[in-house]
């Protein structure tokens, strides 16, 4: 079945220590978003691609970073994760053809991220 | 800046009676919403998506209206089973916006007793 993956599912890193959160899809989708959901709250986007253009939200800190290396895959960089940081990190994907034109988003079952 | 809030923030009903949900926006001018169920620890299920245009859509026992003029949406459930249980968020995405960002609602946790 088409779908959007997340690896891991948890994950467990160190204050202060780098960390890689992995989403890839079989949707074929153009666009790849990442959110960030802290404890009973909503979900935050944080950036995503359409296609190959990266779009950052501007309270998005600086501490995140993403790479698409091709459609199928976008990574999630967080350089020096901090207490705070600890949440459920989402991928979702969307096809997008025109970008004035909206669609269902598809939503992976997350990482979820604890910081030591 | 768009706010979207959801009311109750948790719901519990016997099995059986009919779930409403309550999702209310800022700013009317959406190109879409979304309503969508998340279970524990796992990732969101999109339910529904009504554009802008429409009124309704309807999807099994799932039936959603939107309002645009009035900034509101509800999810209704017809005959809850304990299978719903799970907490709702509804999210809308602004007109004409590059890469359909999503504002989502805090979301309604619903408890349906057997």
């Known amino acids: 079945d088409a779908m959007v993956i997340q690896n891991p599912r948890y994950q467990v890193t160190q204050f202060g220590k780098p960390v890689t959160l992995s989403c890839s899809q079989t949707?074929?989708?153009?666009?790849m978003y990442w959110y960030q959901q802290k404890s009973s709250q909503a979900p935050k986007l944080l950036f995503h691609?359409?296609?190959?253009?990266?779009?950052n939200e501007a309270d998005t800190p600086d501490n995140f970073q993403s790479r698409r290396p091709n459609t199928s895959f976008c990574f999630l960089d967080i350089r020096s994760p901090g207490l705070g940081d600890a949440a459920m990190y989402l991928c979702?994907?969307?096809?997008?053809?025109?970008?004035?034109?909206?669609?269902?988003?598809?939503f992976g079952p997350g990482t979820r991220l604890t910081v030591l | 800046k768009q706010e979207v809030t959801q009311i109750p923030a948790a719901l519990s009903v016997p099995e059986g009676e009919n779930l409403v949900l309550n999702c209310s926006f800022t700013d009317s001018a959406i190109y879409n919403l979304q309503w969508f169920r998340q279970d524990p620890g796992k990732g969101l299920t999109s339910l529904l998506l009504i554009q802008s245009s429409q009124r309704e859509q309807t999807s099994g026992r799932l039936n959603a209206s939107l309002d645009k003029s009035s900034g509101r949406s509800t999810l209704y459930i017809a005959a809850s089973q304990p299978g719903d249980s799970a907490t709702y968020l509804c999210?809308?995405?602004?007109?004409?916006?590059?890469?359909?960002?999503?504002?989502f609602g805090g979301g309604t946790r619903v408890l349906v007793k057997p």
């Open positions: 691609y359409y296609d190959k253009d990266f779009n």
């Open positions: 979702a994907t969307s096809i997008i053809p025109r970008k004035t034109y909206t669609d269902t988003q598809y």
């Open positions: 949707l074929n989708h153009n666009v």
């Open positions: 999210a809308v995405s602004p007109f004409k916006a590059a890469g359909n960002k999503l504002t």
